[in-house]
């Protein structure tokens, strides 16, 4: 047998005995005795030919058929370690008392503590400090010695469960062993081991064996084992397992078993009804919910971060000075229309048939939050999302806070909603969204007669206080900003009376266009926007154009790349949110719209872009509020232009994803451009983009632009913390690339 390299032999020294040579015990006897941990692993067994096979296997080194014996030869730092079936423990404790000295280490590898830990103290009259509770969550469908495998507990989890009474140098010692042996160790308390266990191993087993003597016990069973492939193979593996071991740890932990037994059969109960009453609401919701769920935790399991938030698997970018970009794209889904789409076809009567939705983090995290809160939402799949709609009054209280990872819009517009609800709700998200400004959504809030608590200094986390009469308010925004706008309309569906909101300056209006194709009458007139509760949402069909915001990038690039021409297909064109076509053609940009029409109520075109020699201008601040997600790319385009490019009136940007005129700032001067912040805005000079090295700060229009940047270096670009611009545009590396980009992912 191969022997591998001695990594702890240092740390342990002793001798290991294992009592009980089955599966488990052997694993660790063999994995132990290769990586040399001990001085010597001794077995013992009731079974003479159980022995003799560990022997012959290389298993132990040693053995001894009389226990009496063997405990009574360990002394000081020795380890034994108890690995027979759960029920026959208490009798091995016995012996310990007996013959085992109170200065050795013992432990255990039963798959349910509370049993053993009680019989411990029956025994012992106390918890001994020599005893160290242990489980390794690892095994196999096969059993006995024969099936030993050294690499068992390679990248698996055991959990320790110390009592106050258990020697803390014994704890660590014993959590040494399993280390040593490839183990990750975790402690817990005996009570939580056990309620977990039963949920996460214990009733799958009984499921296994259940649906397995069902079928074995139905007249026909040699027909139905015939032809059960896939499915019954997958879930019915592990009712191969050792049944003594399986009946011992039924009957072991039995009342938490129990209880999460009598929720699945409720839960089995209510699948039969809508099986039988043919509600295929509910057998979708189970389905869906279930898939995600099973996704999720696939994602915990092989340890990957749900949602890249920063600090988790950072991602930079390395960008080449390229030439020309050339071709066709379509750019991902636009995203304030996604979230839209998702939270009003969630507050629809019927079903709402999303397409073109943008699978990024932002839209993604709405989608959750609805989930949680009860919605059947299918997908999405290349796009589609079927969103079954619970009507205004139907949303369900969610079983914990709401995580919106890095998205404000989802944050600043389901606070308008929930502030409606009947049930209590909490919002928190990422370390960039838990200091972004949500005193402008909990004024106007509170005004209605919600009740709204922020974290200290007005930022998330947000708690909302359910059952509220909201009151309509007539409300004027302090600043240009949809989510405010939204967030007020939104509260207005549940406020008696009528809403009205005025706005300084035209701010996009997808809330109010996407009210009016679900058949909710909203009246806009001058800068005042007006909607009556009482009114419900008609679910339908909303096919979501590619976003403006995302299609900047690449019409900026394509400006400042000579001998560029491309076409970017069916972008959203509407007129509160086309102030980057309007300032890049002020700066003598080339872009045409071509085939132009209406999709679901917006506006889209396909866009043509050529080169242009740019030139600075003095932004209008008009356009401010309908170029505002933009300003970092126009940035890199004013770097690009001939002469001076002036920004104000662009207050706002401080308070985006990053402070996103200091972040372009800093960077652009890195990059060799005289760029100079002012309260409100920029005076950027263009010139000549030298490489260099610049941080994101995690904002993905900040680590898209600087990208683009790239195009017109010197030298390379290396753009640190972009993970987070899949928040926006999953895709973007591989599109940058397919027009003619050289970027590329590396991790940081
Ligand atoms: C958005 C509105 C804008 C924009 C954000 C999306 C929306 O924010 O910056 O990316 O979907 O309503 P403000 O309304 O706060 O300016």
């Given at each position: 047998?191969?022997e591998?390299?001695?990594?702890?032999?240092?740390?342990l020294?002793?001798?290991?005995?294992v009592?009980?040579l089955?599966?488990?015990?052997?694993?660790?006897?063999?994995a132990a005795r290769?990586r040399?941990?001990?001085?010597e692993?001794?077995g013992?067994?009731?079974?003479?030919s159980?022995?003799?096979?560990?022997l012959e296997?290389?298993?132990?080194?040693?053995?001894?058929s009389?226990?009496p014996?063997?405990l009574?030869?360990?002394?000081p730092g020795?380890?034994?370690?108890?690995?027979?079936p759960t029920?026959?423990?208490?009798?091995?404790?016995a012996?310990?008392?007996?013959h085992l000295?109170?200065?050795?280490?013992?432990?255990?590898?039963?798959s349910?503590k509370?049993?053993?830990?009680t019989?411990?103290k029956?025994i012992y009259?106390?918890?001994?400090?020599?005893?160290v509770?242990?489980h390794?969550?690892a095994?196999?469908e096969?059993?006995?010695v024969?099936?030993?495998l050294p690499n068992?507990?390679?990248?698996?989890r055991v959990?320790?469960?110390?009592?106050?009474?258990t020697?803390e140098?014994?704890t660590?010692?014993?959590s040494?062993?399993?280390s040593?042996?490839g183990?990750t160790v975790s402690?817990?308390?005996v009570?939580?081991?056990d309620?977990v266990l039963a949920?996460?191993s214990?009733?799958p087993?009984?499921l296994?064996?259940s649906?397995?003597?069902t079928l074995?016990?139905m007249?026909?069973?040699?027909?139905?084992f015939?032809?059960a492939?896939?499915?019954f193979?997958?879930?019915?593996?592990i009712?191969a397992?050792?049944?003594?071991m399986w009946?011992?740890i039924?009957?072991?932990n039995?009342?938490?078993?129990?209880e999460?037994?009598d929720?699945?059969?409720?839960?089995l109960?209510?699948l039969?009804k809508a099986?039988l009453?043919?509600d295929?609401e509910?057998?979708l919701g189970?389905?869906?919910r279930?898939k995600?769920?099973?996704h999720r935790?696939?994602i915990?399991l092989d340890?990957k971060?749900?949602l890249?938030?920063?600090g988790s698997t950072?991602?930079q970018?390395?960008v080449?000075?390229?030439?020309v970009l050339?071709g066709?794209a379509?750019v991902p889904?636009?995203?304030?229309?996604?979230?839209?789409?998702?939270?009003l076809?969630?507050l629809a009567e019927?079903?709402t048939e999303?397409?073109?939705?943008?699978?990024?983090e932002d839209?993604?995290?709405?989608?959750q939050?609805?989930?949680?809160?009860?919605?059947?939402?299918?997908g999405?799949d290349?796009g589609?999302?079927?969103?079954h709609g619970?009507?205004l009054q139907?949303l369900?209280?969610?079983?914990?806070?709401?995580y919106l990872?890095?998205s404000?819009t989802?944050?600043?517009?389901?606070?308008?909603?929930?502030?409606?609800?009947?049930?209590?709700s909490?919002?928190t998200?990422?370390?960039?969204l838990?200091?972004?400004p949500m005193k402008?959504?909990?004024?106007?809030?509170?005004?209605?007669?919600?009740?709204i608590?922020?974290?200290?200094g007005?930022?998330?986390?947000?708690?909302?206080?359910?059952?509220?009469?909201?009151?309509a308010i007539?409300?004027?925004?302090?600043m240009?900003?949809?989510?405010v706008k939204?967030?007020?309309l939104?509260a207005g569906?549940?406020?008696?009376?009528?809403?009205s909101v005025s706005?300084?300056?035209p701010?996009?209006?997808?809330?109010?266009?996407?009210?009016?194709?679900?058949?909710y009458?909203?009246?806009t007139?001058?800068?005042?926007?007006?909607?009556?509760?009482?009114?419900?949402l008609?679910?339908g069909?909303i096919?979501?154009?590619?976003d403006?915001?995302?299609?900047?990038?690449?019409?900026?690039a394509?400006?400042?790349?000579?001998?560029?021409d491309i076409t970017?297909?069916?972008?959203g064109i509407n007129p509160?949110?086309?102030?980057?076509i309007?300032?890049?053609?002020?700066?003598?940009?080339?872009?045409t719209?071509?085939?132009?029409?209406?999709a679901g109520?917006e506006?889209v075109?396909?866009?043509?872009v050529?080169?242009?020699?740019?030139?600075g201008i003095?932004?209008?601040?008009?356009?401010v509020?309908?170029?505002?997600?933009?300003?970092?790319a126009?940035?890199?385009?004013a770097?690009c232009a001939?002469?001076?490019?002036v920004?104000?009136g662009a207050e706002?940007?401080r308070?985006?994803?990053?402070d996103?005129?200091?972040?372009?700032a800093?960077g652009?001067a890195?990059l060799?451009?005289?760029?100079?912040?002012?309260a409100?805005?920029m005076?950027?000079?263009?010139?000549q983009?030298?490489?260099?090295e610049v941080?994101s700060?995690?904002?993905?229009r900040i680590a898209?632009?600087?990208t683009?940047?790239g195009?017109?270096?010197?030298?390379?670009i290396?753009i640190?913390n972009c993970?987070?611009?899949?928040?926006?545009f999953p895709?973007?590396v591989?599109?940058s690339?397919?027009?003619?980009l050289?970027?590329?992912?590396?991790n940081q």
């Amino acid at each position: 047998m191969s022997e591998l390299p001695t990594a702890n032999s240092a740390a342990l020294s002793g001798r290991l005995l294992v009592v009980g040579l089955g599966l488990i015990g052997g694993s660790l006897a063999l994995a132990a005795r290769q990586r040399r941990l001990f001085s010597e692993v001794i077995g013992t067994s009731r079974s003479a030919s159980t022995l003799r096979e560990a022997l012959e296997l290389g298993v132990v080194d040693r053995v001894e058929s009389d226990l009496p014996t063997a405990l009574a030869a360990m002394g000081p730092g020795d380890i034994v370690v108890v690995g027979v079936p759960t029920l026959t423990v208490p009798k091995i404790i016995a012996q310990l008392k007996e013959h085992l000295a109170p200065e050795v280490i013992f432990t255990d590898v039963a798959s349910v503590k509370g049993s053993i830990v009680t019989a411990i103290k029956a025994i012992y009259g106390s918890v001994p400090e020599q005893f160290v509770p242990g489980h390794p969550i690892a095994g196999s469908e096969k059993s006995g010695v024969g099936a030993s495998l050294p690499n068992l507990y390679d990248n698996h989890r055991v959990i320790l469960t110390p009592l106050t009474e258990t020697g803390e140098a014994h704890t660590a010692r014993v959590s040494a062993m399993w280390s040593g042996v490839g183990a990750t160790v975790s402690e817990m308390s005996v009570e939580e081991h056990d309620e977990v266990l039963a949920a996460t191993s214990h009733l799958p087993h009984l499921l296994a064996y259940s649906l397995v003597d069902t079928l074995a016990g139905m007249e026909e069973n040699g027909e139905i084992f015939r032809y059960a492939a896939g499915g019954f193979r997958d879930f019915t593996r592990i009712a191969a397992s050792d049944p003594i071991m399986w009946h011992d740890i039924t009957l072991a932990n039995s009342s938490a078993i129990v209880e999460v037994l009598d929720s699945v059969t409720d839960h089995l109960q209510s699948l039969r009804k809508a099986i039988l009453s043919g509600d295929s609401e509910h057998l979708l919701g189970v389905f869906t919910r279930a898939k995600e769920a099973r996704h999720r935790f696939q994602i915990m399991l092989d340890n990957k971060a749900y949602l890249q938030t920063m600090g988790s698997t950072e991602v930079q970018y390395r960008v080449e000075p390229s030439g020309v970009l050339q071709g066709h794209a379509r750019v991902p889904g636009d995203k304030s229309i996604s979230h839209r789409a998702i939270m009003l076809g969630s507050l629809a009567e019927g079903i709402t048939e999303v397409s073109g939705f943008l699978e990024g983090e932002d839209s993604l995290a709405t989608l959750q939050a609805f989930r949680d809160m009860g919605v059947v939402i299918e997908g999405p799949d290349k796009g589609r999302v079927v969103v079954h709609g619970v009507g205004l009054q139907g949303l369900k209280a969610p079983a914990g806070p709401l995580y919106l990872g890095n998205s404000g819009t989802s944050m600043r517009l389901l606070v308008g909603i929930l502030a409606g609800q009947p049930f209590d709700s909490v919002l928190t998200g990422d370390e960039s969204l838990s200091t972004r400004p949500m005193k402008r959504v909990a004024d106007p809030l509170a005004l209605m007669g919600a009740d709204i608590e922020t974290g200290e200094g007005g930022t998330p986390p947000l708690r909302i206080g359910g059952n509220r009469a909201l009151q309509a308010i007539d409300y004027q925004l302090p600043m240009a900003s949809a989510q405010v706008k939204s967030c007020v309309l939104l509260a207005g569906l549940y406020a008696s009376g009528e809403t009205s909101v005025s706005e300084p300056a035209p701010t996009r209006d997808h809330t109010e266009r996407m009210l009016r194709g679900f058949g909710y009458k909203v009246k806009t007139e001058g800068g005042q926007v007006t909607l009556t509760s009482g009114g419900t949402l008609q679910g339908g069909v909303i096919d979501v154009p590619s976003d403006i915001s995302s299609a900047t990038f690449f019409m900026v690039a394509a400006s400042i790349a000579d001998g560029s021409d491309i076409t970017l297909s069916h972008v959203g064109i509407n007129p509160t949110r086309i102030g980057v076509i309007n300032i890049l053609r002020l700066m003598g940009g080339d872009i045409t719209l071509l085939n132009e029409r209406l999709a679901g109520g917006e506006p889209v075109a396909d866009i043509r872009v050529r080169s242009a020699d740019l030139k600075g201008i003095a932004i209008p601040e008009e356009q401010v509020p309908l170029a505002i997600d933009e300003f970092p790319a126009i940035f890199v385009a004013a770097a690009c232009a001939k002469g001076t490019t002036v920004l104000t009136g662009a207050e706002e940007l401080r308070v985006k994803e990053s402070d996103r005129i200091q972040a372009m700032a800093d960077g652009l001067a890195i990059l060799g451009i005289s760029a100079e912040s002012t309260a409100d805005g920029m005076v950027i000079e263009g010139g000549q983009i030298q490489s260099g090295e610049v941080d994101s700060l995690g904002d993905h229009r900040i680590a898209m632009s600087f990208t683009i940047a790239g195009l017109r270096a010197s030298g390379t670009i290396l753009i640190r913390n972009c993970s987070n611009v899949a928040t926006s545009f999953p895709d973007f590396v591989e599109l940058s690339n397919s027009l003619g980009l050289r970027v590329s992912e590396e991790n940081q």
